[in-house]
């Protein structure tokens, strides 16, 4: 993979109003407490609105980043883990102590020139990390999750869901299902200014800096309400009209932006406590599925390692682009590599850079699991 820097050139940028969020659940919806007015957060262009908090649109990788004189602190795994047990317990609805819950989300999915090109409703049911019904219906995806003491059930469609398919879920849900690709890093925690508005952020980067916006997380300067996140690529998300259930803040409007333009919008429109959780609706019916223990493709699995091709193996070659088939076993290391296409005699090289690379590993129903992907050496 290089390790150049990339310029994507936006033609196109759309601003999307917020949609008018329906009334949120029934008679045991009162566990949700309205947390006043907050201003709007959008990704676009800078506006003069005591309302709204414009963060500008990331579109490329230039530069450095600078963190100010607030000192770094190396990011190892047992301090990562410990930020995000706290951050977890603040926002979404990832953490394990919160009571049964219910919740729904409608989504949109929009393509490079702002056309509904998908939608769909993910609804999920939840008692305990394994005692939860999760189905996924949208118009090229219908499928249920049962997650049990036995392992994972899956009823209808049994592929496994995309990368923006898995996204819709998680950004309301877990909000930080993407930190963990964060080790290793350095984190800053830093106030960044909007206009009048100001976030607290925690920044991760290298020691070094070099892309003009790393990762980070953005939340309300008066409480940890979740606000802002920048992710991996150029995927930023903003987090509108915020709630407290129990104990936590919710977003019931999400918005994603990739390299500046939409790419996903998410309303909640039900959240409510299950006072007494049916136990029908997280039994697998006789369709079901299990589907744990299974190797799994098909998936986006987060690297935490890569290295490149060995340049001396392919210096006779001006560009290339290798295709390596991997499994990655249950540790997120890879334990197959074999290259499936382009010039034969990078092969070798890819195959052995191939093996270096480490994931985090993919869990299923809470479960390390084997994974089939492909890594794709290129030079242009």
């Not at 702002?114 to 993910?122: E, I, L, P, R, W």
């Not at 964060?182 to 920044?203: A, M, P, Y």
């Not at 953005?218 to 995927?235: E, F, H, I, M």
């Not at 744990?292 to 001006?318: Q, W």
Request: charged residues 20%; negative net charge; contains cysteine.
């Amino acid at each position: 993979m290089s390790n150049c820097c990339f310029l994507l050139k936006v033609a196109l940028l759309v601003n999307m109003a917020l949609l008018e969020l329906p009334a949120i659940g029934g008679p045991q919806s009162n566990a949700v407490d309205a947390q006043g007015d907050r201003p709007q957060i959008i990704i676009g262009a800078l506006t003069n609105s005591p309302s709204i908090i414009a963060v500008p649109a990331e579109t490329s990788w230039t530069g450095t980043i600078s963190f100010g004189a607030s000192p770094a602190e190396v990011m190892d795994p047992s301090n990562l883990q410990a930020w995000l047990n706290t951050r977890r317990s603040e926002n979404g609805l990832a953490s394990a102590d919160l009571p049964p819950w219910h919740i729904v989300i409608t989504y949109d999915q929009f393509d490079e020139d702002g056309d509904d090109v998908h939608s769909g409703v993910v609804e999920e049911f939840w008692a305990g990390p394994k005692r939860s019904k999760v189905s996924f219906k949208s118009d090229s995806l219908s499928q249920v999750d049962f997650i049990t003491d036995q392992g994972l059930y899956r009823a209808g469609d049994q592929r496994w869901q995309n990368r923006t398919e898995s996204q819709v879920g998680a950004a309301v849900i877990d909000p930080f299902s993407n930190a963990a690709m964060l080790q290793g890093l350095h984190v800053t925690n830093i106030e960044r200014s909007f206009g009048d508005h100001k976030l607290s952020c925690d920044v991760f980067a290298r020691a070094s800096g070099g892309i003009s916006s790393p990762n980070q997380y953005c939340t309300d300067t008066k409480d940890s309400a979740l606000r802002y996140v920048r992710g991996p690529g150029w995927w930023q998300i903003a987090y509108n009209d915020i709630v407290s259930f129990s104990g936590h803040f919710v977003a019931r409007n999400v918005e994603v932006t990739d390299g500046g333009r939409p790419f996903l919008k998410l309303r909640v429109t039900k959240l409510e406590l299950l006072d007494h959780p049916d136990e029908k609706e997280f039994a697998p019916g006789t369709g079901a599925v299990k589907l744990s223990g299974t190797r799994v493709s098909g998936v986006f699995v987060t690297p935490l390692k890569s290295v490149p091709i060995d340049a001396s193996a392919v210096s006779g070659l001006s560009k290339f682009q290798v295709d390596v088939k991997i499994v990655i076993g249950k540790d997120g290391k890879v334990i197959e590599a074999k290259a499936i296409s382009g010039p034969k005699v990078a092969y070798k090289a890819a195959e052995a850079a191939a093996r270096k690379w480490v994931y985090v590993p993919y869990l299923v129903a809470g479960q390390p699991t084997e994974v089939e992907t492909k890594i794709s050496f290129t030079k242009l």
